[in-house]
């Protein structure tokens, strides 16, 4: 199938989508689904300001030059279908759980060999808590000193159907103005640094920005950037992983000056870190954050974006339409049906210019 958008009908519709967490694959797994009625060149390019959970830690126990976590959920969204890639990205999201203590469970308390006895000792279960792919990219990163190089071969391994990229080459902060944490002092702001800790503060976010505050941007993301027919940005937490990419100079200056037409997936409802933020009120701070940002197409769910007319004329201020489209699973959860969200994508990415 040929593409009708982006100057030529002979090659894919390049498209990038920006993002991190179960957002940016729930996006790539819709543009996966789109990619059967679209001929489709697919990057992601992804946030790396993770420091909870595994990623956390490998960024203090081995002073990753980026997070992980977020990069290898990419790249298990776009893995093959194959049984054998399937396995290996199923591999890759495995997480180890912690061990029982010697004579709770099922493995001995001590293991011998020919020239070794020892005890196990629960309270350094090192491994507990790490992903088997957060493990394996480090170590590719380590070997090969370069993190694209890594990516890449993360995703051959996994027959990725697009190719995944940090948006700055090495790993970033970031902090947050939060009003409100205190409820007896609603009026104060305080400073809450880290990504997990912004996600999940108390309270209303007034700002946000990385530290530091000019990472350099990875090359090869702002030359997809540029070469791009769609970018793509959301769902996922706003504050997170959706706004970091518009941070760094080097991104947003190929975002502004990008030929590709823009859409904005909103989410589905709010999170901790955008309680009380209107669904409009998500194109409002996209534009605060990067003033010269023009969108060509707002996609909504009919059902949770409630009364459209705010949202209508918040993307009319930025130069887009609004297109609504039941995109949520069935079960009532604010969660996005990777399928019927890619049926939603079809005519969106597939319209000509």
């Not at 894919?12 to 991190?20: C, E, K, L, Q, Y």
Request: net charge negative.
């Amino acid at each position: 199938m040929t593409a009708a958008v982006g100057g030529r009908a002979d090659r894919p519709i390049r498209v990038v989508a920006f993002g991190g967490g179960h957002g940016l694959s729930a996006s790539l797994r819709a543009l996966r689904h789109a990619a059967t009625e679209l001929e489709l060149d697919l990057t992601a390019i992804v946030t790396v300001g993770d420091d909870g959970g595994s990623s956390g830690r490998l960024r203090v126990e081995r002073d990753a030059l980026l997070p992980p976590g977020d990069l290898r959920q990419a790249l298990a969204a776009l893995a093959d279908e194959h049984p054998t890639t399937q396995l290996t990205a199923t591999l890759m999201q495995h997480r180890f759980v912690a061990m029982p203590e010697p004579g709770a469970g099922h493995l001995p308390p001590v293991v011998r060999g020919p020239r070794l006895e020892r005890r196990a000792d629960r309270s350094k279960d090192t491994l507990a808590g790490h992903t088997v792919g957060n493990l394996l990219l480090l170590g590719l990163m380590e070997m090969l000193g370069d993190p694209v190089r890594a990516l890449d071969h993360a995703a051959a391994m996994v027959g990725a159907c697009g190719r995944v990229l940090p948006m700055a080459l090495h790993a970033v902060g970031i902090e947050a103005d939060v009003a409100g944490t205190d409820p007896a002092r609603p009026g104060d702001t305080v400073t809450v640094r880290g990504q997990h800790s912004v996600a999940v503060a108390d309270g209303r976010v007034e700002a946000v920005r990385l530290e530091p505050a000019d990472p350099p941007a990875c090359p090869q993301a702002v030359e997809a950037v540029l070469a791009a027919d769609w970018l793509i940005f959301g769902p996922g937490s706003w504050y997170t992983s959706v706004l970091p990419h518009l941070l760094v100079p080097g991104l947003a200056r190929a975002i502004v000056a990008s030929p590709a037409r823009r859409l904005v997936t909103l989410n589905l409802g709010t999170d901790k870190e955008t309680h009380g933020l209107s669904a409009a009120g998500h194109l409002v701070t996209l534009q605060r954050y990067l003033p010269e940002l023009r969108v060509d197409a707002v996609l909504a769910d009919v059902k949770w974006a409630g009364e459209p007319e705010p949202v209508r004329a918040a993307a009319q201020r930025m130069g887009a339409e609004l297109v609504l489209a039941p995109v949520a699973v069935d079960d009532g959860s604010p969660r996005h049906d990777p399928e019927a969200l890619g049926v939603a994508l079809v005519p969106v990415l597939g319209a000509a210019r």
